[in-house]
């Protein structure tokens, strides 16, 4: 009986398996082809541009049209035929949509560890236009008028599945000049491929602006409204960050120690100690790091867990200084910067009203208008 059931479960596990490969596979399809129909049609507006002397009169006749004659079918909007030319444009060395759907899912799966330096070869090219969605392109082409970035980018919505407002709010605090920036040792305590996946994973600055401090504040109220705002905040450190916990309790030698903030990384399959510290980077920050890293590795970390690695954030630092303090120290470990760009002074802080108050005052303007209706009823 247990072998029938077992037999049962591992068929409905591959089942499942396949029906997920088919709507993914169907879905990667779907993107190529719209994407390769618009190309046409942008490259089909703009050839006849050229060739008849069409201004941009012709578009919402154009608009208009394919309105009255395919009614069933969105997406034709003046401004949308205007994007598709501009999207042709922008790629029209690149036949959009030619790539095999089965090449296309072997694509998503592989490019994933492709260093930064190597994303923009012509052959993926077109593999990552493919793959991207027509709402990220739109953002993308307007926003990043850079090649190389914008391919980077596409990588990055394509591994972290940003949605458009997240992809907004990332070009807006220029990720893309954040990411591998952070002062490390990864070179000489971890392996080579690893190493270089580190390196990708960690930013500097960090940028907190969904935080609301006091111009004076502490390391304690940072660490409070950084976990207030957690989803924020694992935005914010990237794809695969998990949350375990605030004030991590370690015990070594009867001696209790305590973590500032303690991560779990779901793709390096490793833990990730952060400590915040307030004002400029000291060498004594190092040592602390590095007694916490060999803590969690030998305590709580798992025979098959990547090393422990360490993430010190301060305010500001000095490149040499701070390389210098890595040096000789046999645990992995980043330095980076961290800013507050919405930071209150305490008067004003105090001033500003509650959510009660705001919910309060809407409620009373509410009844005073619906009783200036009713009067009005009233007296008609």
């Known amino acids: 009986m247990s072998n029938d059931l077992n037999l049962y479960n591992t068929?409905?596990?591959?089942?499942?398996?396949?029906v997920r490969q088919g709507q993914l596979r169907a879905n990667l399809k779907a993107?190529?082809?719209?994407?390769?129909?618009?190309?046409?049609?942008?490259?089909?507006?703009?050839?006849?541009?050229?060739?008849?002397?069409?201004?941009?009169?012709?578009?919402?006749?154009?608009a208009n049209d394919l309105k009255n004659e395919l009614a069933e079918i969105k997406g034709f909007s003046e401004r949308n035929l205007k994007t598709m030319i501009q999207f042709y444009k922008e790629y029209s060395d690149f036949p959009i949509g030619q790539?095999?759907?089965?090449?296309?899912?072997?694509?998503?799966?592989?490019?994933?560890?492709?260093?930064?330096?190597?994303?923009?070869?012509?052959?993926?090219?077109?593999?990552?236009?493919?793959?991207?969605?027509?709402?990220?392109h739109i953002i993308l082409i307007q926003k990043i008028k850079d090649l190389p970035n914008r391919y980077w980018y596409m990588q990055q919505c394509l591994i972290n599945g940003w949605s458009r407002?997240?992809?907004?709010?990332?070009?807006k605090t220029s990720v893309h000049q954040r990411q591998g920036n952070a002062v490390n040792?990864?070179?000489?305590?971890?392996?080579?491929?690893?190493?270089?996946?580190?390196?990708?994973?960690?930013?500097?600055?960090?940028?907190?602006?969904?935080?609301?401090?006091?111009?004076?504040?502490?390391?304690?109220?940072?660490?409070?409204?950084?976990?207030?705002?957690?989803?924020?905040?694992?935005l914010e450190l990237g794809a695969g960050f998990a949350f375990v916990g605030r004030q991590y309790r370690l015990e070594v030698s009867d001696r209790d120690f305590y973590i500032d903030l303690l991560f779990y990384h779901l793709k390096?399959?490793?833990?990730?100690?952060?400590?915040?510290?307030?004002?400029?980077?000291?060498?004594?920050?190092?040592?602390?790091m590095n007694f916490y890293c060999s803590a969690v590795d030998d305590t709580i970390k798992h025979d098959t867990d990547a090393?422990?690695?360490?993430?010190?954030?301060?305010?500001?630092?000095?490149?040499?200084f701070a390389e210098y303090a890595l040096r000789d120290i046999n645990?992995?470990?980043?330095?980076?910067?961290?800013?507050?760009?919405?930071?209150?002074?305490?008067?004003?802080?105090?001033?500003?009203?509650?959510?009660?108050?705001?919910?309060?005052?809407?409620?009373?303007?509410?009844?005073?208008?619906?009783?200036?209706?009713?009067?009005?009823?009233?007296?008609e």
């Open 11 to 18: 068929l409905l596990h591959d089942i499942k398996r396949r």
């Open 31 to 62: 993107n190529a082809e719209m994407l390769a129909a618009y190309w046409d049609i942008g490259r089909m507006i703009h050839e006849r541009q050229q060739k008849e002397g069409w201004g941009a009169g012709v578009i919402p006749r154009l």
């Open 99 to 136: 790539l095999p759907v089965a090449q296309l899912q072997e694509f998503k799966n592989s490019f994933r560890q492709l260093p930064v330096a190597k994303l923009h070869p012509t052959d993926i090219q077109n593999d990552l236009i493919s793959l991207t969605g027509w709402a990220h």
């Open 165 to 171: 407002d997240t992809l907004v709010e990332m070009i």
């Open 185 to 234: 040792n990864f070179d000489t305590t971890l392996p080579q491929m690893q190493s270089a996946l580190v390196k990708e994973m960690l930013k500097d600055p960090y940028i907190f602006d969904f935080t609301t401090l006091a111009t004076e504040y502490t390391e304690r109220d940072l660490e409070l409204q950084l976990v207030k705002h957690v989803q924020e905040f694992l």
């Open 268 to 288: 390096m399959r490793c833990f990730v100690v952060v400590e915040l510290k307030k004002g400029e980077f000291l060498p004594e920050y190092v040592g602390k």
């Open 307 to 320: 090393p422990t690695i360490g993430l010190i954030l301060c305010q500001g630092k000095d490149k040499l």
């Open 331 to 379: 645990k992995p470990i980043g330095i980076s910067d961290y800013e507050l760009t919405r930071m209150l002074p305490n008067n004003l802080k105090s001033s500003l009203p509650s959510i009660e108050d705001i919910e309060k005052e809407l409620n009373e303007k509410l009844k005073v208008e619906r009783g200036l209706i009713a009067q009005k009823k009233t007296s």
